[in-house]
C-alpha cells in the first residue's frame, strides 16, 4: 500500500503547520489543593511540514496523545513535543489544550463549598534550534460594576459578567490557583457557584465598593504580572458582558519582559481561547 | 440519469421531517416603523416523506427559497408552504426562520438614535388536512437586577444582561415591536446600544427602581399575554447571565388557549432559537 | 434577613419551570467496558413554582447537586429529583446533564486502540402524582455516503460527517454502548479517533458499499427501535454536514408506543442536545 | 455629572486596546457583480488608551458607527478610524466587521442560480505616526477528497467539507469574489447552495479527479498569492471537518513579503474570524 504522505512535493513551500484539530480527550491534570483532577481537554497538535514532503502523518500525533494519556502536565508537554518532531520528522511542533478546571470554593460568609469552574489552556512549542516555549492561560469569570453609573446615579451601578483571561509565560512554575487569584484581586468581586443569603449580600455590597472599568481590570492585572520578575510574557483580556448594552466592553494589555525567539514563533501559532 | 430519491422503500416507515437545515440566505423584512429591512436569516424547510419513496428532493426546497428571495413575510409562508407540499409531494411542511431584527431607539435621556437588535423566529408549519400555523418567536436582551440582593444589601444590588425569549401564535397580525415591548416592560429596564452619561444615569436608576426575579419577568409577560384575546398559545422563557455566579438562572412559563391539532403538531417540530 | 423568595405573590400565576442552567460540573459515569469513567456535564435543574410563591431557592439546587457529586447515574437520577422536590416544596422537578463520553474503539483492520468521543444527555423527571420519567439521549458522529450520488456518477460519491442522535425511554436498563452501535449500524460506516492506512482503505471501502441518505439513517434506527420492546418513545435525529452544499441535511423520526401523562409533561420541558 | 472616564489614572500604564465587541449591525458592502449588497455584520472597534486617563468614551465608538451607516467599505475604514482616534484622543485605533457575503453562482451543468454565503472579515488599524493597514479575511466553505483514501481503495474515496480562510493586506484593491476563486480553485471541488442531479454528477467526478490533502489546500493558495505582486502579506488556513474521524485536520501558511510596523502592529490585535 502505497505512502501517500511521503510522496515527495515539487512546490518548495513549507508548511507552517499541519495537524489535528480539536480532539476530545480526557486528562488528568494536576491542581494545587487537590492533588490531581480529571477533565476534558480540546487538544491541537500540529507540526511544520518541511518543503519536500507532501504531507504528515496525523495518526501518528493521535498515538502520541494515546501513550501519554492521563498524564499532561506541564512538565511533561516537552516529551510530547519531542515526540512529535522526531516521530514526524518536523523542527517544529505545537500542541495546546483547553479544559475546564474546578477549584473547590467557601462562600465568603457562610463558608458553603462549592466547584467553580474556570478556563484553562495549555500551550507548548518546540523548535529544533530556538529550545522550548510554554504558555499558561486562565479565563475566570468576575463581577465588574461601573464606577460611572455608581458615581453619577443617586442609588445603584449597573454590573455585569466578565471574562478575564491572562496568558503568560514564566520561568518558573505557577500554580493555576495563583493566577486565578491575581484576576479576581483586579476585579470588582470574585463569584461563586453557591451562594446563601448572607454571601449574597457581602458579593453585592464588594462589588458596591470596587467599581472598576474595562481598563481597570486589565490595568490592575497588568500591574501585578510587570511587578513579578518570574513572569516573562503576558497577556490580559478581559470582555465584560455589559448589563445596560447589547453589546460587550473590551480591554486589552500586552508586554513583553524578553522578546526571544522561540516566544516569538510560539505567539504566530497561538489562539489562544475561542471567544465567548 | 436515474433518480434515486424516487425509488420505492420497503421498509413502511414514514419519516417526520427531512429536508434542508442552516440555509443563510438575505431576507427582507417588514417593520412597523421601518417599512422593510434588509436582514440574514438562517433558514430550515423540512417536509413529511411518506412510507412508500425512498427520499425527498432537497433541491426543490432550494428553488422554492430562490423563487420568493427578498420577499419573505408571515404573509406569504403559507403560499411557500404549500408550494413545498406540493413540489414535495407531501402531507406536511415546516419553515422556519430565525433573524436580527434591527428597531430604531431613542436613549431615555439625551434622545440619541440607535439601532437595537432583536432575534426573530418565524415558524410556519402546513398540514394537508389541519391547514396552517405560525409561531412567531422574539428573544430581547435586557437589564435584570435582583431583589433580594437589593433587599439585604446596604447599597447595590447584582444586576445582569438577560435574554428574554417570547414565543406566540395568534388570531390577527401582530407586530414584532409589540412583543419587545412586553418584554422590556416585564424587565428591571429595557437596554440601549447608546447611551450618554444622563441616559446611563436614568437606566441605572430605573432598574433599581425595578427589581425582578427571573420569575417575575415570566410572570409578568404571562399576565399581558394570557389577558391579550388575540394571543393562543404562548410559552415564555428566561436566561440571566447571573452577574454573582458562574452558572446562568432560567424560567418558563407556556400557557395554551387552544388545543388545536395543528399546533400541538406544529409543535412537535418545532425547535426555537438555539441555546444562548 | 428577609427571604425575599418565600414572599407570597399574588398574581396566581405557577411558573412550569425555574432553576439553574449551564452549571459545568464533574461527574463520574458507569460505563459497560470501563467501569466508571470521569467526565464533565452541564448540568440543569428546575422545578414547577407553586403561584403562592414569589421565588424559589436556586441556591438548594446547587447544594442538592454537591450533595451528590461524583456519583451521578441513571439509578440515583429519582433521589435527586426527590430531594429537589422535597427542599423546594414542589409537585416537579427536572434535571438535565450532557457530558462527553468515551468508548474504547479498535480500528477495524490494525486494532489501533483509541478513545472515541460520544455526547450524552441525561434527563430526569419527577411529578408528585405521575411519577418518574428519564430520557437517554446519545449523539454519535458517523459517515454517510451519497446513494444518489454513487449511482449518478462514473467514480467516487460524496459523503461526509453526520451527528445522528437518539432519544429514548425505556422499561430496563440500556448500555450507552448499545444505541451508539445502533447508530453506527445504521450509518454508511461508524468513525474513529486513530485509522493507520489499511484501516482507512477498509473505511472508505465500507461506506462505499454501504450508501445511506438522511431519510435511510433514520429509518434504519427507526428499524430497530420500533423492534425492541424495551424502547417505550424514541426520536431519533440525523444532521448530514454535507460535503457538496453548504447547508446541513436533516430528517428525524419519532414514535410513542405509550401516551403516558408522565413522558408528555416530561417532553414539554425537554430541550435535547443543543443544535451543532 | 462627574465625567469619570476622564478622571487621571495614576498607574502609568497605556491600555492597547479597549472599547465594544460584538455590535450586530446591518452594513451595506460592494461586490463585484451584484452592485451593492445588505448583510449583517458584528462590529469591534477599539483605540489605545494612553497612561494618563482613567477611561475611553466607548458611546463615542457606536457614535462613529451610527454616522457612516449602510456605508462600509474598503475606501471609507480610514476615516472612520480616524474619526475613532481623534474623538478619543488616541495614537491607535481598530475596527473589523466580520459579515456573510452572497455570491450568485450557477450550477455547473443545469446553470440553476443560487445565493452562495461566504464569510467576510475587514479589519482596519490605524497609527498616528506608523499610518494605516487593511486587512480583507475570506472563509470559503469547499470539498476535499483524500489523496490517500483514494489511492489505496478499491473504490471511493472520503471527503468532506472545508472551511478555507485567507486573510490577506494588498496595495490595490482586491474583489471578495477573486478570493473566494483563489480558494475554490485549491479545493477538490467547489460546492453550491442548489445542485440537480447533473450537477450532482459533475461535482462529485470533479473531486474524484482531484484530490487534495489540507497540505494541499494551503500550498495551492500559497503558490497563487506568493506570486501576486499586489500581495504583501498572507495568512491562509484550512480546516477539514474528516468524514472518517471525529476531529479536524489543519493546515496553515503565513508568508511576509514586507514587514512594516503598522503590519506588525496591526497583527498583534488582530483575531480573525471565530474558530469553526
Known amino acids: 500500500m502505497n ?15 499541519v495537524g489535528v484539530w480539536d480532539i476530545e480527550y480526557p486528562v488528568t491534570v494536576k491542581g494545587r489543593a487537590s492533588g490531581s483532577q480529571n477533565t476534558v481537554a480540546s487538544v491541537d497538535m500540529t507540526v511544520q511540514l518541511l518543503p519536500q514532503f507532501k504531507g504528515t ?14 498524564e499532561i502536565t506541564m512538565a511533561n508537554i516537552p516529551q510530547i513535543l519531542s515526540s512529535m518532531r522526531t516521530s514526524l520528522d518536523s523542527p517544529q511542533a505545537v500542541i495546546s489544550l483547553r479544559f475546564p478546571y474546578f477549584i473547590e470554593k467557601k462562600a465568603p460568609v457562610s463558608a458553603s463549598p462549592s466547584l467553580f469552574p474556570v ?13 522550548d516555549s510554554f504558555i499558561l492561560g486562565v479565563r475566570v469569570p468576575v463581577t465588574t460594576l461601573c464606577p460611572c453609573s455608581k458615581e453619577i446615579s443617586v442609588s445603584g451601578a449597573h454590573n455585569q459578567r466578565s471574562f478575564v483571561t491572562v496568558y ?17 484581586k483586579s476585579s470588582s468581586s470574585e463569584i461563586y457557584p453557591l451562594l446563601k443569603r448572607g454571601d449574597e449580600k457581602a458579593v453585592t455590597e464588594k462589588a458596591y465598593e470596587n467599581p472598576v472599568f474595562a481598563e481597570d481590570v486589565v490595568r490592575n492585572v497588568s500591574e501585578k504580572l510587570s511587578a513579578d520578575a518570574n513572569i516573562r510574557w503576558f497577556m490580559v483580556e478581559t470582555l465584560h458582558l455589559e448589563s445596560i448594552h447589547t453589546h460587550n466592553a473590551y480591554a486589552r ?7 526571544a525567539f522561540v516566544l516569538e514563533e510560539h505567539l504566530r501559532m497561538f489562539k489562544g481561547f475561542p471567544r465567548i
Chains 1, 2, 3, 4 share one sequence.
Open 119 to 131: 478556563s484553562v489552556l495549555f500551550s507548548g512549542f518546540s523548535d529544533s534550534t530556538g529550545g
Open 168 to 184: 503568560i509565560t514564566f520561568k518558573d512554575f505557577v500554580w493555576i490557583e495563583d493566577v486565578v487569584e491575581t484576576i479576581e
Open 253 to 259: 494589555v500586552e508586554r513583553f519582559k524578553d522578546r
Open 57 to 70: 502523518h496525523m495518526s501518528r500525533m493521535v498515538e502520541i496523545l494515546n501513550r501519554v494519556r492521563g
Open 3 to 17: 505512502d501517500v504522505q511521503n510522496y515527495s512535493d515539487k512546490r518548495g513551500i513549507s508548511v507552517d503547520q
